[in-house]
Nanobody, 126 residues
Framework: QVQVVESGGGLVQAGGSLRLSCSAS????????MGWYRQAPGKQRELVAT??????TNTNYADSVKGRFTISRDNTVSLQMNSLKPEDTAVYYC?????????????????????WGQGTQVTVSS
């Protein structure tokens, strides 16, 4: 099993900054992609930013956050959010995809995983 845990978030005024962090743990063989998604009340979950680590590191951002948010990765994945706007208010979720060591009934060797954190609230006041 793979667990994903987020930290950071909170309440900030418009124009301010916040930093989110995320780590994955468990029986991980490798992680191919980690990313941040968000879900505002009454809306579907949407991609914010992703970062890959297979070979060349590639990043991908939603148009709405380009130039304001930066995703980075070392031992954890961080999302630096600058120039925050009220429309950035949402629950932010970290996601990790890769391969993990699988054991148990019907599963051995390596298997793909797609794990989500519990979410962290970001609120931007106007």
């Amino acid at each position: 099993q793979v667990q994903v845990v987020e930290s950071g978030g909170g309440l900030v005024q418009a124009g301010g900054s916040l930093r989110l962090s995320c780590s994955a743990s468990g029986s991980i063989f490798n992680i191919n992609v980690m990313g941040w998604y968000r879900q505002a009340p009454g809306k579907q979950r949407e991609l914010v930013a992703t970062i890959s680590s297979s070979g060349t590191t590639n990043t991908n951002y939603a148009d709405s956050v380009k130039g304001r948010f930066t995703i980075s990765r070392d031992n954890t994945v961080s999302l630096q959010m600058n120039s925050l706007k009220p429309e950035d208010t949402a629950v932010y979720y970290c996601n990790a995809k890769g391969l993990h060591y699988c054991s148990g009934f019907g599963c051995s060797g390596l298997a793909a995983f797609n794990s989500w954190g519990q979410g962290t609230q970001v609120t931007v006041s106007s």
